[in-house]
């Protein structure tokens, strides 16, 4: 038997059986994960905690959460921060390179044709066998025309890995979606924190004046002869432990809006004259949506995005499981030869060729399966970070809760506590008016109000804090913004026969 006869012997039974299996795509499909998830939220506000705001967990989260904090300057800054943050510009040209990189992976579904020309002049040796063709004279040799092939995707490799890319894409899309849910966050809590410093630096001035009211009142009574020195030098040592509590709090104003103007892209001090008069602390609103922990996994995207990593991952065990299949293509080729370029358009300088070819790395299966075994670990371990990630907003989540209805018990508190202090200060003065009581008594009065209106003001601040974490843990916000746009559509892709393939079973 010749060697012709055995390449035909063997090679036809191969692709024989190669093409019966065509129309079949390798490796397993991805299917969603469905972790469990609780009914509800442990922290609800009802177990004796609660403040005036009720969390209401049937209602849906409000998309565009910020908007019930009522405060129309941080929706404004919201917007612009949006629109001018350098981290959201840089996640947005991150989608734009995995819709690009896509486009290289679907490429390799469509023929490939290469244009070609040439021109070489050369002689041939005297002394060779092919001496008799060339004579020992200088040959021209003018070419040109074009090579194509074509893959045939008979196992789904190309299929597959363009699934992946659609699952990179997808993915760089959830990133950007938790960028803008931490944006959003960071504005309305540097915002709440500068309205909180504001507000306590307030306090403190108008401390600062009750104390130097007192001193007044002190040093009235003793030139009148009706104290001695030591109430004067108290309430002078009181004033001045009030006023170092300006510059700190000073300090911490200019922060916020130095961090709010680079949050919103632009200079630290852009926002400097905006933001330079005191305005309140948003307020909660009455009732706080959260929704059901099961729509916490629709919701976050952190959660999104390591689902569509696990996609990716599991798409890509295919593109390895294919490599243990031959591959077919169609390859050809059209084009003029000719030694004088003159003739090289002449039909008789035509040249083709056209015909099937085969590649299978028959001897290569150690690292072809080493390679599937590799992609089946990372699967795995995708599915381990999406786990973990699910756990990770049940806690974010279940913490902000608890924060969020302590801080709202503790305020009430507080809140009592300002009434007393106030009350108490009040009648300490009066009776140290009229000679019934002693300076230190009024002093520690003062103090004890001032800290407990200094620590009400914190708390306002906390509560409305706490309530921007919470919105974060739920991952609300992103679906306000506009996605990226979508490039221009390209050519529709050449029909495929799609079937699912697992291994080497139709």
């Known amino acids: 038997m010749n060697r012709a006869l055995i390449r035909y012997s063997v090679g036809v039974p191969m692709i024989v059986a190669a093409v019966g299996l065509a129309g079949c795509k390798t490796g397993p499909d991805f299917v969603p994960p469905n972790p469990p998830?609780?009914?509800s939220f442990s922290h609800t506000g009802d177990e004796g905690f609660g403040g005036p705001s009720a969390i209401a967990a049937a209602k849906s989260v409000d998309a565009a959460w910020w908007r019930l904090l009522g405060d129309p300057?941080?929706?404004?800054?919201?917007?612009?921060a949006v629109a001018g943050n350098l981290d959201v510009k840089l996640a947005a040209s991150r989608v734009r390179e995995a819709r690009a990189q896509r486009g290289v992976v679907a490429a390799a579904a469509y023929p490939q044709v290469d244009l070609d020309a040439n021109a070489s002049r050369s002689r041939q040796s005297k002394n060779t066998a092919q001496s008799s063709f060339a004579g020992g004279r200088d040959v021209n040799l003018f070419q040109a025309g074009f090579d194509a092939n074509w893959e045939l995707d008979f196992f789904g490799r190309i299929a597959r890995d363009v699934e992946a890319a659609d699952a990179d894409i997808q993915s760089v899309e959830e990133d950007r979606r938790d960028v803008l849910v931490t944006l959003v966050s960071e504005v309305a809590r540097n915002y709440i924190e500068l309205r909180g410093f504001q507000q306590r630096l307030e306090i403190a001035r108008r401390n600062i004046q009750t104390q130097q009211d007192t001193l007044d009142i002190?040093?009235?009574?003793?030139?009148?002869?009706?104290?001695?020195?030591?109430?004067?030098?108290?309430a002078e040592s009181s004033l001045a432990i009030v006023k170092s509590e300006v510059p700190p709090l000073d300090r911490s104003v200019q922060a916020a809006i130095h961090r709010l103007g680079v949050l919103l892209g632009g200079q630290p001090t852009v926002l400097a004259q905006e933001l330079a008069s005191a305005a309140a602390i948003p307020g909660v609103p009455p009732e706080v949506p959260i929704g059901l922990p099961s729509e916490l996994l629709r919701?976050?995207?952190?959660?999104r995005k390591a689902e569509r990593d696990l996609a990716g991952s599991t798409a890509r065990i295919g593109v390895a499981t294919a490599e243990l299949y031959p591959r077919f293509s169609l390859t050809g080729s059209f084009g003029f030869a000719a030694d004088k370029v003159p003739t090289l358009p002449d039909a008789s300088s035509r040249f083709w060729s056209f015909g099937p070819a085969m590649k299978w790395p028959v001897l290569d299966w150690q690292r072809i399966r080493s390679n599937i075994n590799v992609q089946e670990a990372r699967t795995e371990q995708s599915l381990i970070r999406y786990e973990q990630a699910v756990l990770r907003?049940?806690?974010d989540t279940e913490n902000a809760l608890t924060a969020y209805t302590r801080e709202q018990a503790r305020r009430k508190m507080l809140a009592d506590s300002v009434s007393s202090n106030q009350r108490a200060f009040d009648i300490a003065n009066e009776l140290y008016r009229s000679g019934i009581a002693d300076f230190q008594r009024v002093?520690?009065?003062q103090r004890s109000l001032f800290t407990s209106q200094d620590s009400l003001s914190d708390s306002d601040r906390a509560v409305a804090s706490n309530l921007v974490a919470?919105?974060?843990a739920l991952g609300g916000g992103w679906e306000t913004f506009a996605p990226i746009a979508e490039p221009p559509a390209p050519a529709p892709a050449r029909p495929k026969i799609s079937s699912h393939f697992d291994g080497a079973s139709n």
């Open 37 to 39: 998830t609780p009914g």
């Open 218 to 234: 002190a040093s009235s009574r003793l030139k009148a002869g009706l104290t001695s020195d030591l109430d004067v030098a108290q």
């Open 73 to 80: 300057a941080l929706d404004g800054l919201i917007n612009r």
């Open 470 to 472: 919470l919105y974060k």
């Open 443 to 445: 002093l520690d009065s």
């Open 393 to 395: 907003a049940f806690e």
């Open 299 to 303: 919701r976050r995207p952190d959660i």
